[in-house]
C-alpha cells in the first residue's frame, strides 16, 4: 500500500505542479489547470500504464498475486481520479472561475456597423426546398 500511495502522490504533485507553474507564467488559473492536465495526460498515463503492466508478470503468482492486483486496480482508479477530480476539486478549492469575454470583443447589435477587428455575428438560414 506504500508504494500505491507514492505513484498516486507523485502524479498529483506533478499535475499540481504543472498547475502553479502555468499560474507563474501568467495564464488566468482556469486556464492554467485545463492546459496542465492536458499537458500532464500523457506522462501521467504512460506512468502509470507502465507500473500496471509492470505488475502483470507476478500477478498470478501465490506469494505476491495480491499485492500485485491491489496496485494494479488502485493505481488505474487513482490515475482517472487524478486526471479527472483532482483539477475539478482543485477549481473548485481556490475557486476559481472560466475567464468571461472581454467586453469588447461583443458582435455588434443588429443594424449596427462592425468596427475594425470587431467580431461580426452571421447569421444563415436555410430557406425551405419545394
Known amino acids: 500500500m506504500l508504494a500505491l500511495t507514492g505513484m498516486i502522490a507523485r502524479n498529483s504533485v506533478i499535475l499540481i505542479d ?3 507553474k502555468d499560474k507563474a507564467k501568467g495564464l488566468h488559473p482556469w486556464d492554467a489547470v485545463i492546459d496542465a492536465t492536458a499537458h500532464r495526460f500523457r506522462p501521467i498515463l504512460l ?3 507502465a507500473a500496471i503492466l509492470g505488475m502483470a508478470p507476478i500477478a498470478p503468482t501465490v506469494f505476491w498475486g495480491p499485492m500485485a ?3 494494479m486496480g488502485g493505481l ?6 487524478t486526471l479527472v477530480f483532482l483539477p475539478a476539486l482543485y477549481v473548485a478549492w481556490y475557486r476559481i472561475r472560466r475567464p468571461e469575454p472581454n467586453v469588447g470583443d461583443n458582435p455588434p447589435e ?8 470587431q467580431p461580426v455575428l ?3 438560414q436555410l430557406e425551405p426546398t419545394a
Open 18 to 20: 504543472q498547475i502553479e
Open 47 to 49: 506512468t502509470a500504464s
Open 69 to 71: 492486483y491491489a496496485i
Open 76 to 81: 488505474a482508479v487513482a490515475t482517472v481520479l
Open 110 to 117: 443588429a443594424g449596427q456597423k462592425a468596427e475594425p477587428g
Open 122 to 124: 452571421v447569421s444563415h
